[in-house]
């Protein structure tokens, strides 16, 4: 079936620091991707709509400056996570929907800010 | 509704019990509603769909009951097996909403299933 790959799977970055995620659809065409953050034992928190094309659409209460989300072709989302801060440390997953109803889930990233 | 902030409930069961695992829905004009397995670490699967013209869904040791009056979803795993084990989420779709594909999850739930 399709898939959808997310880099890097972990990172450990210094406060202050930037980090990029990438995410990927393998073998299909997604003009949306969804982006999530999670923290532990709780559930996935929609932060943004990345649209092939044009700007993101960002949850309310999510600061689109500090992540910034580049859908740079059919095949690749990217958030960036601007001078990150321990806060920020969490699990960072994305979706992509090959169909209205058919939507895949990358791997997620961990990303730890010291 | 928001789960932000909330833990999430859990589900302890002995192996070969059934399980049924609760949701609450907040959109009334939700028409499709998704059932994801979150194993730790990893991004959710799919496990099984129904829409909102049915009132229940059976794949494989699975069945989705959906009651559109209270807005409830539910999971029945029959003859558990530890490798269930995961976080379950259920997550709705409105069609008719703005953003193709978007997702609203629901809480989640914790299942843990003891030999």
């Known amino acids: 079936g399709a898939v959808v790959s997310q880099h890097p799977s972990w990172v450990i970055c210094k406060s202050g620091t930037s980090v990029k995620i990438e995410c990927r659809s393998l073998?299909?065409?997604?003009?949306?991707m969804f982006w999530y953050r999670q923290f532990p034992k709780q559930s996935l928190m929609l932060m943004a709509t990345?649209?092939?094309?044009?700007?993101?659409?960002?949850e309310q209460g999510v600061e689109k400056d500090k992540f910034l989300i580049n859908h740079a072709s059919l095949t690749l989302s990217t958030l960036t996570v601007t001078s990150a801060h321990p806060e920020d440390s969490s699990f960072y997953i994305c979706?992509?929907?090959?169909?209205?109803?058919?939507?895949?889930f990358g791997p997620g990233t961990r990303l730890t800010v010291l | 509704g928001e789960s932000v902030g909330l833990h999430l409930p859990t589900l302890s069961v002995q192996e070969g019990d059934n399980s049924i695992i609760n949701c609450a829905y907040s959109?009334?004009?939700?028409?499709?509603f998704i059932w994801y397995k979150q194993e730790s670490g990893k991004g959710p699967q799919f496990i099984i769909d129904?829409?909102?013209?049915?009132d229940k869904r059976q794949g494989q040791r699975v069945t989705v009951l959906l009651n559109k009056t209270v807005k409830h979803l539910s999971l029945q795993i029959a003859a558990t097996q530890p490798g269930d084990s995961a976080v379950y989420f259920c997550?709705?779709?409105?069609?008719?909403?703005?953003?193709?594909?978007?997702?609203?999850f629901g809480q989640g739930t914790i299942l843990t299933v003891h030999p």
């Open positions: 129904i829409r909102s013209n049915m």
């Open positions: 073998d299909f065409q997604a003009t949306t």
């Open positions: 959109n009334s004009a939700s028409d499709y």
């Open positions: 990345s649209n092939e094309g044009s700007k993101a659409t960002y």
């Open positions: 997550a709705e779709i409105d069609a008719g909403g703005t953003s193709y594909g978007k997702l609203t």
């Open positions: 979706s992509a929907p090959e169909t209205t109803d058919t939507q895949y």
